[in-house]
């Protein structure tokens, strides 16, 4: 079974400076997506950004990248400039690429509390 | 319509009570997800349709749980006889095919009492 760790519970990080989210995740699969969602009080999931285990290259959206080392099963999300809007639950989830006539469901980790400083 | 939107938003049920909670995707997704979401946790997979059939629900925690999708479009899960552990947050989401990417509702808090 896939399982997804997020080591840090909660992480703050002063407004305008760079903070580094931390996600592990195991599976035997070869062929698999990488997911990091925003969850804002909401509750709403926002996918900020994905990326396909195939892909060498690291995915970024704007001010948000990632570091996806897939040998270490590593998966970090980096946020720069931070932003007060930026403050939200993040989670680390996994899907796999092909399941035949599977569910594709998502596998998330416990998620880290993100708070922005001003 | 412009995202999946469910209903209600929160719902305090007494122990023992049955509670449905609804679902409506996005206008011509054919993939819907149920998540739970216990507190301070991440949303655990309750189970999947496409279009009206149910293809997968491993995840449903007991037989007192229970999902349906007749028309393929709005879905709504059943819980029965609810206890104090199924107190969540239950979120929906849908895709527009399989491995397409989900967009989510906002959720249902449950509260049971």
């Given at each position: 079974?896939?399982?997804v760790t997020q080591?840090q519970?909660?992480?703050?990080?002063?407004?305008?400076?760079?903070?580094?989210l931390?996600c592990?995740?195991?599976?035997?699969?070869?062929?698999?997506?990488l997911f990091w969602y925003k969850q804002p009080?909401?509750r709403?999931m926002i996918l900020v950004i994905?990326?396909?285990?195939?892909?060498?290259?690291?995915?970024?959206?704007?001010?948000?990248?990632?570091?996806?080392?897939?040998?270490?099963?590593?998966f970090?999300l980096?946020?720069?400039?931070?932003?007060?809007?930026?403050?939200a639950m993040y989670f680390c989830a996994y899907?796999?690429?092909?399941?035949?006539?599977?569910?594709?469901?998502l596998t998330f980790g416990k998620g880290t509390k993100l708070?922005?400083?001003? | 319509?412009?995202?999946?939107?469910?209903?209600?938003?929160?719902?305090?049920?007494?122990?023992?009570?049955?509670?449905?909670?609804?679902?409506?995707?996005?206008?011509?997704?054919?993939?819907?997800?149920?998540y739970?979401q216990?507190?301070g946790q991440g949303p655990e997979?309750?189970?999947?349709?496409?279009?009206?059939?149910?293809?997968?629900?491993?995840?449903?925690?007991?037989?007192?749980?229970?999902?349906?999708?007749?028309?393929?479009?709005?879905?709504?899960?059943?819980?029965?006889?609810?206890?104090?552990?199924?107190?969540?947050?239950?979120l929906?989401?849908?895709?527009?095919?399989?491995?397409?990417?989900?967009?989510f509702?906002?959720?249902?808090?449950?509260?049971?009492?």
């Open positions: 079974a896939q399982t080591s519970p909660e992480m703050s990080v002063q407004e305008a400076e760079t903070v580094t931390s592990t995740y195991d599976t035997s699969e070869s062929d698999y997506y009080p909401s709403q994905r990326q396909e285990a195939y892909k060498q290259q690291n995915a970024t959206e704007n001010r948000f990248s990632v570091n996806f080392q897939k040998a270490a099963k590593s970090s980096k946020i720069s400039d931070s932003q007060l809007g930026d403050a899907r796999i690429a092909y399941s035949g006539a599977g569910s594709y469901q708070s922005v400083i001003p | 319509g412009a995202g999946v939107s469910q209903s209600p938003r929160y719902k305090v049920a007494k122990r023992g009570q049955d509670v449905a909670l609804r679902c409506d995707p996005i206008s011509g997704h054919v993939s819907l997800f149920w739970q216990a507190l997979f309750l189970t999947y349709f496409q279009n009206e059939a149910q293809l997968d629900k491993s995840g449903l925690p007991s037989d007192r749980f229970f999902a349906e999708r007749p028309e393929g479009s709005v879905s709504t899960l059943k819980i029965q006889r609810t206890q104090q552990e199924d107190s969540a947050v239950y929906c989401a849908s895709s527009y095919a399989q491995g397409t990417e989900a967009f509702g906002q959720g249902t808090r449950l509260t049971v009492v």
